[in-house]
């Protein structure tokens, strides 16, 4: 994807995912299911995890799997109040772009009237 992606986005979209899992989600199963929306490596994953947990907005704790510790993350209450603003800030933003995309959006004086009709580079 050519669009540059925000820490507000990246907070939004792996809340998103681990809220998908109630009890929680491993650090590796969120990379997998965040690469599906965008890429990312987990290099860029963990510190968002880690922001997101000094935030208060995931709790975190390990579960042994296979002799191993693993690291669960889970959504906090705090996180889900976060979640539901990402989520109506989204909704907002998507419509604006969309709208302006499908030319539904009223840019100057609250109308669509007046548009140039030219093509660009024609005079």
Known sequence: MIFNTGAALLDAIVLAVVSKEPEGTYGYKI???????IELSESTLYPVLRRLQKDECLEVYDLECAGRNRRYYKVTSRG?????????????????????????LNLSNGTNE?????KCGEK
């Open 114 to 118: 007046g548009k140039d009709s030219t």
């Open 80 to 104: 889900w109040a976060q979640l539901q603003l990402y989520e109506s800030e989204w909704r907002q933003y998507s419509e604006k772009i969309t709208g302006l995309f499908e030319g539904r």
């Open 31 to 37: 990379t997998q299911e965040v690469r599906q929306v």
